[in-house]
């Protein structure tokens, strides 16, 4: 008599293999979701510093804060970028109020004959996200 040689795999070798292919996916998806976040908070630390490069650069040449960020556009950045954790471009605005003094929290006013180029109007000064939550850190993303 012949004896036959089996052919192919048990189920107890598929359901081993089964099972390893999904741990690997399931650590696999973790990595990219991670990967994915720190990707996002180094895009969002970088806008925040682009925006205030700007608002600098701008101060710099015209002596004031601009009123809003479309001041902008596009002589120092050609669009607003979005913040990358809302994907909105609706970022939180430090104002500074030159009518009031330095004790209440704003800088002291000029007088207008002593600067002529200064601006009593209010102006954007820093910017913040809005994103709620915080950082891989554990910094609060308003913090960055």
């Given at each position: 008599m012949k004896q036959r040689s089996q052919k192919g795999f048990s189920l107890?070798?598929?359901?081993?293999?089964?099972t390893i292919i999904g741990i690997l996916a399931a650590v696999a998806i973790?990595?990219?979701k991670f990967a994915q976040r720190k990707?996002?908070?180094a895009a969002l630390k970088d806008n925040l510093f682009q925006l205030r490069k700007c608002i600098d650069n701008y101060y710099a040449d015209k002596q004031h804060y601009p009123a809003s960020l479309q001041d902008l556009v596009p002589n120092y950045v050609r669009k607003i970028p979005p913040d990358p954790i809302t994907k909105q471009a609706d970022w939180e605005l430090v104002m500074d109020n030159p009518l009031e003094n330095s004790e209440a929290g704003g800088t002291e006013a000029v007088p207008a004959e002593t600067d002529p180029n200064a601006s009593l109007e209010p102006g954007v000064i820093d910017v913040k996200s809005k994103a709620p939550g915080e950082t891989l850190d554990h910094v609060p993303y308003a913090d960055l």
């Open positions: 107890i070798e598929l359901i081993v293999v089964v973790v990595n990219v990707a996002a908070e």
